[in-house]
């Protein structure tokens, strides 16, 4: 196996919620691909359901892996939305349905169905290092008419409004990083989640799945719908219009439709 096939099968076991690589391993294999191949696409790719081909996990015995991915995922930085020309290169030929949503600043999270009963959370990372969510667990649906394993993804995070009392009551500093002592001490009423993705086995979603999270009973990130570059552009500044009275830490936008998602981390709104 080359270190690139072993680079790619580990991001994508990670993917789909089986690593099997510790967090040293990983680091070592990436470090070693970024000193022999730095120009390989995948180092620029980020971690969130990156393709891997069908051959490789066959050759490999793991054909249970197999998935068929519906979109993408990158993760860009840009300094200010009023540099508009740091966006314009990716969406000026933009014609289609597109949402445009909040960036959640908290806790990537993964909620775990089977049978229609909600049966374990985690965040997002590696064998290494993730942790459990369980305190999430209690404020999602408890049921939902899913037969299966289904994996409902969103961010976890400290509401606003809840988290000044937070912090008086554990002497906590950073608002973001305070997920921790939320999921170690299981204290539900602080946490909040919200919810941008959806997977089951054997589903190919055939509606919006906004739509469906919501139908469901999950909370959602606030969200515009645009067709062209123009529409983007003032949904982009509706939500930095909107960022200091919205509940919850933002650090940007996601911008996503049928050939895929990126996110905008902006440092400046």
Known sequence: MTLQEKYVLARWCYAVGEPYLSDME?????DRLREEEPGNEYLA??????PCPKELLMANGMERLIRDVEFTYKSESIRSIFDETEYRRQFAS???Q???SFKIDGWNTQVNYYNGHVVSANTRGRSGNFMDAGVITKIVPQTIPLMGRVKVTGEASIPKSKWRVYSGLTGNTS?????STVMSNGDCDYASFK???IQADGMRLERDRYDLLVELGFDTPMRFVCNDFA???RAVRRLAARDEKYDFLTDGVVVEN???QVALRIYRW
């Open 45 to 50: 790719r980020s971690w969130s359901d990156d």
């Open 195 to 197: 919810a941008f993705h």
């Open 175 to 179: 608002q973001r990083s305070s997920m």
């Open 231 to 233: 529409s983007l552009d």
């Open 258 to 260: 049928a050939h895929g």
């Open 94 to 96: 933009l014609n289609e």
């Open 26 to 30: 990983y680091r070592y294999i990436e």
């Open 98 to 100: 597109t949402y445009v």
